[in-house]
């Protein structure tokens, strides 16, 4: 499966964005799909994931409240809905598809990243 992200800028802190991620060359809908932020310096980390079976959330402490996870089967895409956001926040945003987890080595397939940046 090949992954799409896009939907990343710059936006100031309490602002929004949406990412989206489209899928194509595999049938979709039997990945699990997350997202993952990695910013200078540090480790990649999990952000959300969506399960392909029965379409539950899950969203790192960090984010919960905050941002969204959803996806689409119809439209081969999944979504991160971003509001309230913070300074660190900003990250280059992958969305992956795979085995869900809080692990990145359980997603074998990987978008190119787009960056998100929250100004002050």
């Known amino acids: 499966v090949q992954l799409q992200a896009s939907g990343g800028g710059l936006v100031q802190a309490g602002g929004s964005l949406r990412l989206s991620c489209a899928a194509s060359g595999h049938t979709f809908s039997s990945y699990d799909m997350g997202w993952f932020r990695q910013a200078p310096g540090k480790e990649r980390e999990f952000v959300a994931a969506?399960?392909?079976?029965?379409?539950?959330?899950y969203h790192a402490d960090s984010v919960k409240g905050r941002f969204t996870i959803s996806r689409d089967n119809a439209k081969n895409t999944v979504y991160l809905q971003m509001n309230s956001l913070k300074p660190e926040d900003t990250a280059v945003y992958y969305c992956a598809a795979g085995v869900l987890s809080t692990s990145p080595r359980t997603f074998g397939a990987w978008g190119q990243g787009t960056q998100v940046t929250v100004s002050s």
């Open positions: 969506v399960s392909w079976s029965d379409g539950n959330t």
